[in-house]
């Protein structure tokens, strides 16, 4: 029969003893609920006036969708009380199991969720599909599809009005919520929490949505809330989306009870710090500073990256600056190795000017009375040397990722000047041992060189003390290549050292088996590869002492030199090596009949012995008694042989050797100007290599003596914070060491209190511009606070006004009526 009914509406009831019982509708119950979809309040006010058997208060549609649920969602309150008389169903559920709760909770509407929990409405109802209605005619599924349209998209997860409530954000229906009774705790099929939910639809630009996250957030913690709960699919806790939404507030109400500042995500590994610092909030960064430990300031996500990291990566200048202030490591290194240093450099705008900014705030006055305010200063290196980290790790990042010697200047900011100096003044025993080593290598060395091409006894004491510090040395090289095998590997002197030592313990070794006299040298009767390595040995190990030696500051300037015009020489050589060749060539052809030219080698060489001036003019071109004979045999060609010769002297010995001094001299006059950072950079470079020689693991192990091991920890580092005194013009330098600290240069300590005094004066107008700004703000404040007391004050002048009038009115209107009654 249902199917032969075309003008009828069924709709479904409920479901008895597993049968669906349908009732039919008039057009007049889908109109009820299409007119309070549309917010067409009067008429649904007729159609239920005319409704006398209350029949539209049940469901209808596909969805069972009742007038309540209409009414609750649109927060028409007066449809509710109609249809509460009529004897609707407040907690009546549509197919999803929505209540009018839900969709009160939903909307938002405040008014309408307190009517509906002093009417008895369920608070902790969960949405689920209970049941799907079934065998429904098409009729009237075709004629229902306009019934609820309008409504919010199912969600089917099992959530409470709590949830939908927290999800939209609407802080005045959580509070109801919860001050009925509701569960703050209460998991979602997927094991969500309402906590989890806030601020989700949030804009952080939005004050007014982001005041309202807030006071939710402090309403269901003060409901006891668990505020550590995890979110089951990303990992993370209410406290990552309130650092992600940057709200201070927040983040401070869920720290004072108990969050985990500390707490990685599943997803990225990130805590709340590596959030907050993306984000760029100044204020949420240092709330949650405040609460951590320094150490944990550093902590890394699953690449390794640091809270330091994402600021720079970002390039909030504020928040990197913080972070550093508040003890984050610069040499921090991710799992591709990019350091702190190459994401400031390569994402924040006039890098050098911001590092110099924060070097400068690292230097300052102490805490004296006024008088004495200039007199003593704090030198702070925590930047330099972060903790349980090599402390020349800073000044090696910002080396690595500088790319000219403009860059490079920073170097000489007295901080890091000084920080250099004091490490230099530290660990140059260090270097004095190594260079006495290397000079008794040299020494011995060449002792056995000469005793062994010139006599034939056997000086074992001198091969010995050879073989001993060809080992030292060879063991010393195979640390630095273990330590950083890519950067000593790139070295000349590594690759010097190596093969002077191998070569040295080869010959030393090799003394011992080979003996020659004086006559098997002369008559090379002697093993020559012998003498061949210890020719070769003897050479670089002194040029490698040179190299050493140009290690010392004050010896730093020569060494750049002589490197300046040793490279200036190669590259002009390469530019006209050809034309070196070319008059070679030419002087083979020409003096033929000379021994000094029979071989295109030895041509080359006597060519370029010509070039310094030792031409030897009366050996080339020396006059014989018989010419034609000479010229006959074609062995001397007097006109073309002066001509080249004449070019050779104007092109090569005036032209290229003048050339090639005048680069260089011009080098060495830039190098002048650039001397002090460049001894600089040289000076940094030691002293990091042997800090990480020191630090290495075979220097810590057990089979070192505790004394030694003691005296190599205190060599390596410093104190990371040190007071400059001045007192009668002079200077007393004061630490928490026991033992004398090394003497500092004048200049550069005058330069150190010249930056505190700049430092300090710079606070000082920033404190008094402070002061300035927070006075305007006050005096604003006050200003309004006075407007608003005045407006206040006319508003309650006017509303007594109004109700002495309309008192007067009501007094003259009451004896009429009483008359008429007497009548």
């Known amino acids: 029969m249902l199917g032969l009914v075309d003008r009828s509406i069924y709709i479904v009831d409920a479901r008895k003893n597993g049968k669906i019982v349908m009732h039919e509708c008039d057009p007049d119950h889908i109109a009820l609920i299409l007119a309070i979809e549309n917010g067409e309040f009067d008429e649904a006010s007729k159609i239920l006036a005319r409704d006398s058997k209350n029949r539209y208060v049940r469901p209808v549609g596909a969805l069972q969708v009742t007038a309540v649920h209409m009414a609750a969602w649109q927060g028409n309150i007066d449809l509710l009380n109609q249809l509460y008389k009529k004897g609707a169903d407040i907690n009546s559920m549509d197919k999803i199991g929505r209540c009018a709760l839900y969709y009160a909770a939903h909307n938002g509407n405040t008014d309408v969720t307190k009517w509906l929990l002093q009417h008895g409405g369920h608070i902790d109802v969960k949405v689920g599909i209970y049941s799907c209605t079934k065998n429904i005619p098409y009729s009237s599924l075709t004629k229902c599809l306009l019934v609820g349209r309008k409504l919010p998209l199912p969600v089917c997860w099992g959530r409470t009005p709590l949830h939908q409530a927290v999800k939209n954000n609407h802080a005045d229906v959580v509070r109801v919520l919860v001050e009925g ?59 990552h989306h309130a650092a992600m939404l940057g709200s201070a507030e927040a983040t401070k109400i869920l720290l004072s009870n108990g969050a985990w500042p500390m707490y990685k995500c599943k997803s990225s590994g990130s805590t709340p710090l590596h959030i907050v610092a ?39 200048r504020e928040c990197v600056r913080v972070l550093i202030n508040h003890g984050a490591n610069l040499a921090a290194v991710t799992k591709t190795g990019v350091t702190v240093v190459d994401a400031i450099f390569a994402h924040i705008s006039r890098p050098l000017a911001f590092l110099t900014d924060i070097l400068d705030s690292c230097v300052r006055t102490a805490n004296n009375t006024p008088s004495e305010k200039y007199e003593n200063i704090t030198v ?52 004095f ?88 040298i002369e008559t090379r009767h002697c093993v020559h590869w012998v003498l061949h390595s210890i020719s070769i040995a003897i050479l670089l190990s002194w040029m490698q002492m040179m190299l050493l030696i140009g290690r010392v500051p004050m010896w730093g300037y020569y ?51 010509m070039m310094m001036g030792e031409y030897e003019y009366e050996d080339l071109f020396k006059e014989n008694k018989s010419n034609s004979t000479e010229n006959d045999n074609g062995t001397f060609l007097p006109v073309t042989s002066r001509i080249v010769f004449f070019v050779f002297i104007m092109l090569a010995s005036i032209v290229l050797i003048n050339l090639m001094i005048g680069l260089a001299v011009n080098d060495i006059q830039g190098l002048e100007k650039e001397g002090h950072i460049r001894r600089l ?55 928490h060491f026991t033992e004398s600290p090394p003497k500092i240069p004048a200049d550069l300590i005058e330069a150190l209190f010249l930056l505190a005094t700049k430092t300090s004066f710079k606070n000082d107008n920033l404190a008094d511009k402070n002061i300035e700004i927070c006075d305007m703000k006050m005096t604003s404040i ?21 109700r002495r009038s309309s008192k007067r009115r009501r007094f003259k209107r009451k004896p009429a009526p009483k008359k008429l009654v007497n009548t």
């Open 433 to 520: 041992i190594l260079i006495l080593v290397h000079l008794f290598f040299v020494i011995s060395l060449s002792v056995y060189a000469i005793m062994f091409t010139h006599h034939d006894a056997d000086h074992v004491v001198t091969r010995r003390i050879l073989a001993t510090c060809s080992c030292f040395l060879l063991f010393h090289n195979m640390i630095q290549v273990i330590l950083e095998p890519k950067h000593y590997l790139r070295q000349l002197e590594t690759w010097l050292s190596l093969i002077c030592a191998m070569l040295s313990l080869v010959t030393s070794i090799a003394g011992e088996f080979v003996k020659c006299s004086k006559e098997e």
């Open 380 to 431: 702070d290196f925590g930047i330099l040397a972060p903790k349980h980290q090599m402390q020349m790790a800073v000044v090696t990042a910002v080396i690595a990722v500088v790319s000219d010697i403009r860059q490079l200047a920073i170097l000489q900011h007295p901080l890091v000047e000084t920080f250099l100096r004091l490490k230099w003044a530290r660990l140059r025993i260090l270097f």
């Open 181 to 239: 009774g509701a569960d703050v705790n209460v998991k979602d099929e997927c094991l969500v929490t309402p906590l989890l939910l806030a601020g989700s639809a949030v804009n952080r630009d939005d004050l007014n949505e982001m005041t309202k996250f807030v006071e939710i957030v402090r309403i269901l913690v003060a409901a006891k809330v668990f505020v550590n709960i995890i979110h089951p699919d990303t990992g993370t806790t209410a406290l």
């Open 782 to 802: 006050l200003s309004n606070l006075e407007e608003q007391i005045r407006e206040l004050k006319i508003h309650c002048y006017r509303n007594l006004t109004n």
């Open 278 to 316: 993306s984000t760029g909030s100044i204020e949420t960064l240092m709330v949650l500073l405040e609460v951590m430990q320094r150490h944990n300031i550093d902590t890394r996500d699953q690449i390794n990256r640091t809270a330091l990291h994402r600021a720079s990566y970002q390039g909030h």
């Open 681 to 735: 950079l040289k000076q940094a470079e030691f002293v990091a290599h042997l800090e990480r020689v020191t630090s290495h693991r075979i220097f810590r192990s057990n089979w070192l003596h505790p004394r030694l091991r003691m005296l190599l920890h205190s060599r390596r580092d410093i104190p990371t914070k040190i007071t400059l005194v001045s007192r009668e013009n002079y200077f007393h330098h004061m630490s």
């Open 559 to 609: 060494a750049l030199m002589f490197s300046t015009v040793l490279k200036n020489f190669l590259k002009v050589l390469l530019a006209f090596g050809y034309l070196i060749v070319g008059f070679a060539l030419s002087f083979v052809v020409l003096f033929h009949g000379n021994d000094q030219f029979d071989d295109f080698w030895k041509t080359i060489v006597r060519t370029m012995v």
